[in-house]
């Protein structure tokens, strides 16, 4: 089976912009969760979403924003792009919100 | 507040020989708890968890960890490191309200 699946790999913005992420999590999970990992830390946690509703948040401003969709698939919304947005964003998926999470390769990006 | 801390950033040891990466988190009524290994580039691969019963858990790799209640303490140990071994691992605590939290993580070197 196909694990966790994240696109782009890579991406550079420049402040100010708007970017977007997507996640597709391993066949039949129903959970995905949005994490950002700065160089150097671990991940922090952004969203997570179950059966297409929010489900947690973590405190990043509103800048920040997801949905997961019918086929669990989920976005990462980031609007007015700061520097301090570089960062690996990694998307995990687990069966239910509160089951094991696997993660994705990760989205880098990179704000100029 | 829910933490987790990593007691050691950077952990270098030659190969053969055991090694213990250590991790406490902050205490609450009822807390999973998991090691993920991260190497360069890449995204985080669950190494083992920890969810109920036996306090010592075996993972991948030949690694283990042991849940201590008490001390609010989740090391994790290998007998004989390999070079392959060199990665960033991290702990992770998922408490009761569902809020996954990681350590900063460990660097391990393993050296020839």
């Known amino acids: 089976d196909a694990g966790v699946t994240q696109s782009p790999t890579h991406l550079i913005k420049t402040r100010g912009q708007h970017v977007t992420l997507r996640c597709s999590p391993i066949s039949g999970h129903k959970s995905v969760s949005w994490y950002q990992q700065v160089l150097g830390q671990g991940p922090q946690f952004i969203f997570q979403y179950y059966e297409k509703e929010e489900r947690g948040r973590g405190n990043f401003p509103d800048r920040f924003s997801a949905r997961q969709f019918p086929n669990y698939s989920s976005e990462l919304n980031v609007n007015a792009l700061l520097l301090g947005d570089s960062a690996l964003y990694l998307c995990a998926s687990s069966l239910a919100y509160t089951d094991t999470q696997y993660f994705g390769p990760g989205t880098r990006l990179t704000v100029l | 507040a829910q933490s987790v801390t990593q007691l050691d950033s950077q952990v270098p040891v030659f190969e053969e020989a055991p090694v213990e990466l250590r991790c406490n988190y902050s205490?609450?009524?009822?807390?999973?708890l998991f090691w993920y290994v991260q190497y360069p580039n890449q995204g985080l691969q669950l190494l083992l968890k920890?969810?109920?019963?036996?306090?010592l858990v075996k993972g991948i790799n030949g690694f283990e960890a042991e849940f201590n209640k008490s001390q609010t303490s989740f090391h994790l140990r290998k007998p004989s490191v390999h070079i392959s071994d060199t990665a960033e691992y991290f702990c992770a605590v998922r408490y009761n309200n569902n809020d996954m939290r990681f350590g900063a993580g460990t660097r391990l070197t393993v050296k020839p």
């Open positions: 920890y969810l109920s019963g036996s306090t």
């Open positions: 205490s609450s009524v009822s807390v999973y």
